[in-house]
């Protein structure tokens, strides 16, 4: 049994609560690329809007949404869109920091997006939603269409995986710790 569709206020001020989240998930499904990311999201709107995808309540509005954004990106890219660079805005934070330290946050920032790149795409979704998004794992399953063990096999992956990288490229070692050593 279909759940009826948000009226169109209740839906354009449901948009309009997660247009942060969704733009920033719609960055990642786009590797990175804001110009990108907001044609998928303006893509996504009208989707909604026009009536072609609907909110059947199946899931909470946010997870469905997320769907919408992330089957929205793969259409896009798949239709041969622009080619998908990774690189991010990669600004230092500014602040009191010494240069030292601003340099220091650079250098683990750019090994954290470079490791997060060599991720497979589920693997870097998963990880996405639930640390950036703050969702759960389930929630996650729901947003990239799969079981719920399967979610927790990519997260589990993807954080294994990453340790991994951060590791061999010499980042998040413990003072005496060895290359190969992981962290717990």
């Given at each position: ?95 009191d920091a010494s240069a030292e330290l601003e340099v220091i946050r650079a250098e683990e920032h750019e090994a954290l997006r ?71």
């Open positions: 049994m279909a759940h009826p569709a948000l009226p169109t206020p209740d839906l354009e001020a449901s948009l309009a609560a997660l247009h942060e989240a969704g733009f920033a998930w719609a960055r990642s499904c786009c590797q990175g690329d804001p110009d990108l990311a907001a044609d998928v999201l303006q893509t996504t709107y009208v989707k909604i809007l026009a009536g072609n995808a609907r909110f059947a309540g199946r899931s909470s509005f946010r997870t469905w949404l997320f769907g919408v954004i992330r089957l929205t990106s793969l259409e896009l890219q798949r239709r041969g869109g622009r080619e998908l660079p990774f690189d991010a805005d990669t600004d230092a934070e500014s602040g470079a490791a997060l790149g060599r991720l497979p795409d589920r693997q870097r979704e998963v990880l996405h939603l639930v640390f950036q998004q703050e969702m759960t794992i389930a929630e996650a399953a729901g947003v990239m269409g799969v079981s719920l063990g399967s979610a927790r096999v990519h997260y589990e992956r993807a954080k294994k995986r990453l340790r991994a990288l951060l590791v061999a490229g010499g980042h998040g070692r413990r003072t005496g710790q060895a290359p190969g050593d992981l962290e717990e």
